[in-house]
């Protein structure tokens, strides 16, 4: 039998950090060895002797505690939202630089990335598209990494602009939401939610919507759980649960 996978888990006592330290503990084959909140300092990863740590904080923390770990050699799965592409980069850099890998992943919901791969799909074959996504209120960044990375796979996807609409006017400022290279963005914040969006896609005569609710945190654990375990063998910066899976 193979030694269970040491992991670590940052920003603990979160919510998404409670849930990710309840599966981890339930899974045989992982072993909770820390749970590191605001004031514990990164070192107890090292003194754990963490293999893998799993980041679930703020868009302002994530990324100091990505480089210590990698620079230890500890394998990072992040989940934070909030990480620009220069910030990416800079990961992929200290990748390269040290013997630890990355996993980073907008939603580590199954269905989302479906609903992400599908939306890339349909893309192709549509004259425009709006993504609107609802999160609890007290999220952070808008919008989501989620309505981001989908916007960036559906643009990839077309060789051909999106139909441009009427330019109109605004007479509330940012009513028609924002701009992710043509596909229009909206957030809701209202209390109640959990993590949903809807692509809606418009050509002359049809309509195509392809909806996600994440309605538990529950919902991205199994995903969770795959990054921890892939997360050893798989060389470099991995953005996006999709590669993880053989869709
Ligand atoms: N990838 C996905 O599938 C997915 C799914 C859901 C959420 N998310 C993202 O995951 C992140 C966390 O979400 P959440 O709902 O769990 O937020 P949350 O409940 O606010 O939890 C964040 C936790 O991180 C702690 N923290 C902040 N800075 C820290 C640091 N430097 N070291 C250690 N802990 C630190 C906070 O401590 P304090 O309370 O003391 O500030 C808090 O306990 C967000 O960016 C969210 O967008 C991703």
């Known amino acids: 039998m193979s030694p269970r996978v040491r992991v670590g888990v940052i920003g603990a006592h979160g919510r998404m950090g409670t849930e990710t330290c ?6 045989g084959d992982l072993e909770l060895v820390c749970g590191l909140g605001r004031e514990d300092p990164l070192r107890r990863l090292v003194d754990a002797e963490a293999a893998v740590a799993v980041d679930f904080t703020t868009p302002a923390a994530v990324k100091d505690n990505a480089r210590f770990c990698l620079k230890q050699g500890i ?9 620009a592409p220069e910030d990416l980069a800079d990961i992929e850099r200290w990748v390269r630089s040290g013997v630890a890998n990355a996993i980073v992943a ?9 609903m992400m791969s599908f939306a ?5 074959h549509f004259a425009r598209a709006e993504i609107v996504e609802r999160h609890h209120d007290r999220k952070l960044d808008a919008p989501s990494g989620t309505a981001l990375a989908t916007a960036a796979l559906m643009n990839e996807a077309r060789s051909d602009p999106w139909t441009e609409g009427a330019p109109g006017n605004e007479t509330v ?4 939401g924002g701009d992710a290279r043509g596909v229009r963005v909206h957030s809701l914040r209202l ?8 692509v809606v896609l418009g050509s002359p005569g049809e309509t195509l919507v ?6 538990d945190r529950s919902s991205f654990m199994p995903g969770v759980l795959l990054a921890i375990k892939r997360v050893g063998s798989r060389r470099g910066l991995t953005v996006g649960l999709e590669h993880l899976l053989d869709l």
């Open 191 to 198: 209390p109640g939610s959990v993590a949903h969006q809807e």
């Open 75 to 83: 394998h990072v799965v992040v989940g934070t939202s909030g990480l």
């Open 106 to 114: 907008p939603n580590f919901a199954i269905g989302a990335v479906l």
């Open 210 to 215: 392809i909806r996600h609710d994440s309605l």
């Open 22 to 27: 309840r599966a981890v503990e339930s899974d």
């Open 173 to 176: 400022p940012g009513s028609r």
């Open 120 to 124: 890339a799909q349909a893309a192709r």
